[in-house]
């Protein structure tokens, strides 16, 4: 087994061990291999809880190992099962998703420059097969790479994966040679999962009919992702993908190829365990392009919008506002509340209210450009004491600025604000009478005049330049 060690020179790196013939091997091969090439080791151990008594077995062996070698070892250990079932997720991704949170935390306990996994060649075909099998595109093809960056609590850190060019026969030769210890994970044994079937009966079968199968697969892997790196530079060139506090935004483009990977980054920014949407999802998408704005598609747990020179795509679950309950518009000018369910408000009067532009300067919230946030002066001593800050309703009027009542959806309309937008603004109202379109206008009923005494201002979103 030969490893490519000398991008690595210099490094601390931290193993993920979870005591398995993978994961030996490639501890004691670092370890064996540190001094010639100033490698400092520390390794990670997580217990995820899902075996009882053998996974804890395995902790002490991977503990005493690593005390027997000299190698600091960080150990964390949960119940993924029951944590998955209460935060409603699977095991899988909880697991997976708890599992990159002991490595951030591990890799900053010890300041290491990496975290290391056991991923080898064979991991890496029996991904491409999955993928394949399950109609991915050609970004599913691209395998597991040898090197990830993840971002946590705003620091980022990489997991890389040394041995990614070697087969598992290489690497239980090596451990043959070496004698290395190791414990068997009795879950890899059989044909329970897609991957374990895919493992024991598709490659081998494969690699009889096509020998070096396994490597072949490999080096089109790397190829896909060549391909789909140069793609993504192109994303990136033309800034066709935005973000914002509600979802993304992917500029119009007519190249397919170009417009589908941009929709599948989205999705992946949006929901990174995302692994249900189809071919047919992504041309829905690019076809919504045409389809006039304002049109939508609904589709998993996203809505898409068509919209000005753009697709809008947002998680459904930041779009169901209906049930958030209203709150007393006392709050806001009495208590300063600067928030409603994740939208930012804020009123303000005396002080802050005659110099606005520097309050903005000073306070504006991370998530909102200064330039897309709106201030409305209204008369304070108009708001009737009723008033609440809420999202739309059936049944809502609203009387413009200079006269004239209408449906507060016809005003939207008239207005030109993205369908998306108009069930998340907040509203200052009093019963179905809207007050104030917080980030876009004022009613009449409230707006200043010669006789108005206290002059007051909401600050929000400016609704109309999202």
């Not at 491409?128 to 993840?150: M, T």
Request: glycine share 6%; with cysteine; aromatic share 10%.
């Amino acid at each position: 087994m030969n490893v490519n060690l000398e991008k690595y020179r210099g490094k601390k790196i931290c193993v993920a061990v979870s005591g398995g013939r993978d994961s030996m091997a490639l501890l004691y091969y670092l370890h064996a291999h540190a001094e010639p090439f100033k490698i400092a080791l520390c390794a990670v151990n997580c217990d995820h809880g899902i075996r009882g008594g053998v996974s804890a077995s395995d902790s002490a062996f991977v503990k005493d190992i690593c005390g027997e070698w000299g190698i600091p070892l960080d150990f964390y250990k949960t119940d993924c099962v029951k944590s998955a079932q209460k935060n409603g997720l699977s095991v899988e991704t909880y697991a997976r998703d708890w599992r990159i949170n002991c490595y951030f935390k591990a890799i900053t306990k010890f300041k290491a420059d990496a975290v290391a996994t056991a991923h080898h060649m064979n991991d890496n075909a029996e991904t491409v097969l999955f993928n394949l099998a399950r109609g991915s595109g050609l970004a599913g093809l691209r395998g597991i790479c040898d090197c990830k960056h993840f971002i946590k609590s705003g620091e980022s850190f990489e997991i890389i994966r040394p041995l990614a060019e070697c087969t598992r026969a290489q690497i239980d030769d090596y451990i043959k040679q070496n004698n290395i210890p190791y414990v068997e994970d009795e879950t890899n044994g059989g044909n329970d999962y897609t991957r374990n079937y895919i493992r024991h009966n598709v490659i081998p079968q494969l690699e009889k009919a096509v020998p070096s199968a396994v490597k072949s697969i490999y080096r089109f892997s790397r190829l896909a992702d060549e391909d789909e790196k140069y793609f993504n530079d192109i994303i990136c060139a033309r800034n066709m993908i935005n973000l914002t506090i509600w979802g993304g935004e992917i500029c119009f483009c007519r190249e397919k190829p170009i417009f589908t990977r941009a929709a599948v980054t989205v999705l992946k920014l949006l929901k990174e365990d995302i692994k249900d949407y189809t071919y047919g999802h992504l041309e829905r998408l690019y076809d919504l392009q045409t389809a006039g704005a304002g049109k939508k598609f609904e589709f998993l747990s996203f809505i898409a919008y068509s919209e000005r020179g753009k697709i809008s795509i947002c998680r459904r679950d930041m779009l169901d506002l209906k049930q958030c309950n209203a709150v007393a518009f006392t709050d806001y000018t009495l208590c300063g509340r600067k928030d409603y369910f994740g939208q930012y408000i804020k009123v303000c009067n005396g002080a802050d209210l005659q110099n606005t532009a520097e309050y903005l300067r000073n306070n504006c919230p991370t998530n909102l450009e200064k330039d897309k946030i709106k201030a409305l002066k209204f008369d304070a001593d108009k708001i009737p004491a009723n008033a609440v800050v809420r999202f739309m309703q059936a049944g809502d009027k609203f009387t413009k600025f200079g006269g004239g009542t209408k449906n507060l959806g016809d005003y939207f309309t008239d207005k030109k604000i993205p369908v998306r937008f108009r069930g998340q603004i907040p509203l200052v109202a009093s019963d179905s009478d809207i007050l104030i379109i917080c980030g876009v206008e004022i009613s009449d009923k409230v707006k200043i005049t010669a006789e108005t005494e206290a002059v007051s201002a909401v600050i929000c979103a400016d609704y109309a330049r999202l």
